[in-house]
């Protein structure tokens, strides 16, 4: 499959203005709209919802928002297919080193952490990186710190296929996205959300014990275990409540 020539086009004038582009002037909402949205659109993405669906069912939710951290946060693009989301996309200016720059890295992988997506997309368009978002990401973690893919602009017309068959509509509509995800997973160290939250609450828990024994030696081991159950309890009712 050969790249569109609409893609050669954008190719040709982000490599012949690379310089002025590299400058901090020019924002992020320059290369969203001049870029990275028809970037999306020639995979088959209605960004600008030009069919005029519900909100419901709109292919590309723009700042979508998620809690992260009890925060909330709004990635600058979501896909959908059906309502449901597949992937984020977190867009950067020009001037940003994706592939060197750890923060931007950890913002996309909390926002697709937190969202429980498996794959999510970091782009300024002259660098685009995928990152795997099944794995906890943590502050200190480097920028190539579970990065499955990365190109740069040059790389888009010769790569176009595995572009296209990964992140383009008709390819999620087919299950290829899905197949790229379980055949990427990273087996070392990967940690599920839930997996993650269970082991939390269990530090809660050892917490707790030592906090409510300190202050209340005549507890029975069964009433510090109720105690202790009944403290988390209400804490993670309560989080419930908030994020709902």
Known sequence: MSAPDRIKELVRTFGYNLDSYKRGSYNETQVRREFIDPLFEELGWDVGNKQGYAEAYKDVIHEDAIKVGGVTKAPDYCFRIGGARKFFLEAKKPSINIQGDAHPAFQLRRYGWSAKLPLSVLTDFEELAVYDCRVKPVKTDKASHSRILYFTYTDY?????????????????KGSFDKYVESSKIKKGTTQVDAAFLQEIERWREFLARNIALRNPNLSQRQMNYAV?????????????EDR
């Open 157 to 173: 017309e010769e790569r176009w296929e595995e572009i296209a068959g990964i992140f383009s509509r008709d390819a999620i509509l």
């Open 229 to 241: 159950q009944q403290t988390i309890d209400r804490i993670v009712f309560l989080r419930i409540c």
